[in-house]
Structures are given as structure tokens and as C-alpha cells.
């Protein structure tokens, strides 16, 4: 289950996110000793994946026959994570367009304002039958509201 915590946005009010820790292991790492940038990726995944469960945002998706689906990520490294390091990895929904939606990612070195990486990522709804994007609107819309209100 992801965690809340507080964070502030750019004019300095509160806003709520959801984050989960991982801890970076031997198997996670590159010839340097780093997390490789493969486990970045995996690591921002399991971070929406925890949001989308905590909101039921997978079910919720699929009974509406539609499926959220990444099309871009956008990461910026900013510091080089190590073997027995806790990150944490916090998620939120900043833009819903009419075609698109934004969720933003910051990974953190656990108990500190060092950001290791963060991301942009932008979504698109699927139909799962015609395989194709759709205008976000109505109930999907209304969840993704909630996910951007909630966390």
C-alpha cells in the first residue's frame, strides 16, 4: 500500500502524494556499482502501479473496456543511486488534457530532500477493442480527477 506524505507545490501550498519505498539491491545494478537505468523504469512502474491500485483505477479502467497506456517517459537522473540505498518513489496526476493525462514521479534517497531521478510521463486511454486512443472524458475522466485530487 503506498504512503502519503505532504509536499509543497511551486507557490508553496500543500498537496497530498502517494509514494512506496524499494530498497536497491545487487541485482538492480550496472557495472559501476549504480542503479542501472533499467531499474528506474521498473521502479517509476511499480510506483504508478501501487497508485493505480490504491485507487481501484485498474478495475475501474478495465470494466469501462479501457486501458490507461504509457506513451512517453521523460527521466532526468540526478544522482547516481548505490547497493543498500532506500528510494522513495513519489507519484502524482498534475495535467488531464482531453487526450492525455500527465503523472509526474520524484524518486528520493529515503529521509532527505536528495532527489536521485525524476520523471513526466504522459498517458492516454486506450479501448481495449479497437486498440486505439480515446477523448478522456465522463467517468474516466471523474477517476482521473479523483486521482489527481488524491494524491
Wanted: with cysteine.
Amino acid at each position: 500500500m503506498p504512503l502519503n506524505c505532504f509536499e509543497q507545490k511551486i507557490d508553496g501550498s500543500p498537496f497530498l502524494t502517494d509514494y512506496i519505498r524499494i530498497k536497491v539491491r545487487g541485482y538492480h545494478l550496472d557495472q559501476h556499482g549504480h542503479l542501472n537505468n533499467c531499474g528506474y523504469i521498473e521502479f517509476l512502474e511499480e510506483a504508478r502501479w501501487a497508485l493505480f491500485e490504491n485507487y481501484n483505477a485498474i478495475e475501474f479502467f478495465a470494466r469501462l473496456e479501457l486501458a490507461l497506456t504509457l506513451v512517453n517517459t521523460n527521466i532526468n537522473y540526478r544522482r547516481p543511486s548505490f547497493l543498500n540505498e532506500t528510494l522513495e518513489i513519489h507519484t502524482k496526476v498534475m495535467r488531464i488534457g482531453t487526450a492525455s493525462c500527465k503523472i509526474e514521479q520524484t524518486i528520493y534517497l529515503e529521509g532527505s530532500n536528495t532527489i536521485i531521478a525524476d520523471a513526466t510521463n504522459t498517458f492516454v486511454l486506450m479501448d481495449k477493442d479497437k486498440n486505439k486512443a480515446v477523448p478522456i472524458e465522463g467517468k474516466a475522466r471523474e477517476k482521473l480527477e479523483q486521482l489527481a485530487n488524491s494524491a
